[in-house]
């Protein structure tokens, strides 16, 4: 069992910064993949970013350049670092994480990019 836990959402201007946090119950060097999710209202969950225990990331094309993924091991946390960030990346931002052959969510946390 794996719980995850997100916070760093908060309302902000375009152009604006955060960074996210997402705090695991276990191990994060034992989670393989970890990533992020999002979910704007009205529109289906999809990919924001994902790292590997090999230190490998992918982002979805609308957050590359601006958005970077890592861990810490040592903190049991993931981080998702949103630079420059637009009104469509306005959605609640989930955790995820593989584990045992199974797969955990977060509760999400939420950012509204808004002037």
Do not use: H
Request: net charge positive.
């Amino acid at each position: 069992q794996v719980r995850l836990v997100e916070s760093g959402g908060a309302l902000v201007q375009p152009g604006g910064s955060l960074r996210l946090s997402c705090a695991a119950s276990r191990s994060t060097f034992n989670l393989n993949p970890m990533s992020w999710y999002r979910q704007a209202p009205g529109k289906q969950r999809e990919f924001v970013a994902r790292t590997t225990s090999e230190t490998q990331t992918n982002y979805a094309d609308s957050v590359k350049g601006r958005f970077t993924i890592s861990k810490d091991n040592d903190k049991n946390t993931m981080y998702l670092e949103m630079n420059n960030l637009k009104p469509d990346d306005t959605a609640v931002y989930y955790c995820w994480a593989a584990y045992r052959g199974m797969a955990y969510w977060g509760q999400g946390t939420q950012v509204i990019v808004s002037s």
